[in-house]
């Protein structure tokens, strides 16, 4: 069982910037596809971008495109999020979630939330005008 634990949420003004962190245990994920997702109050769950193993081919919501940027490092068995440029609109709780293990996803499918089957426990992100 995967479990993941972000890190690095904060509060930051409008322009600013912050790194969200995931960390991994129970489980390696140098096979696992990996997402970010945000959430505001009262909203579902709305995707932010992911990374696929193997050939780290990334996928980003248009929303955060040109300002957000996914990472991996699988020797430390993590995932980062660097968000830059960042607006109010960006405030919410965000989550990391893995697909399982040796599933990589083609790209139509990268946003859907049911190809992911661990979540982690969310960090929360306020941005200030």
């Known amino acids: 069982q995967v479990q993941l634990l972000e890190s690095g949420g904060g509060s930051v003004q409008t322009g600013g910037s912050l790194r969200l962190s995931c960390a991994a245990s129970?489980?390696?994920?140098?096979?696992?596809?990996l997402g970010w997702f945000r959430q505001y109050p009262g909203k579902d769950r709305e995707y932010v971008g992911s990374?696929?193993?193997?050939?780290?081919?990334?996928h980003y919501a248009d929303s955060v495109k040109g300002r957000f940027t996914i990472s991996r490092d699988n020797a430390k068995n993590s995932v980062y999020l660097q968000m830059n440029s960042l607006k109010p609109e960006d405030t919410a709780t965000y989550y990391c979630?893995?697909?399982?293990?040796?599933?990589?996803?083609?790209?139509?499918?990268?946003?859907?939330?049911?190809?992911?089957?661990?979540w982690g426990q969310g960090t929360q992100v306020v941005v200030s005008s």
């Open positions: 979630a893995a697909a399982r293990s040796g599933f990589n996803p083609i790209l139509s499918t990268m946003s859907a939330s049911s190809i992911y089957s661990y």
């Open positions: 129970g489980g390696t994920i140098s096979s696992t596809h």
């Open positions: 990374i696929r193993w193997g050939d780290s081919k990334k």
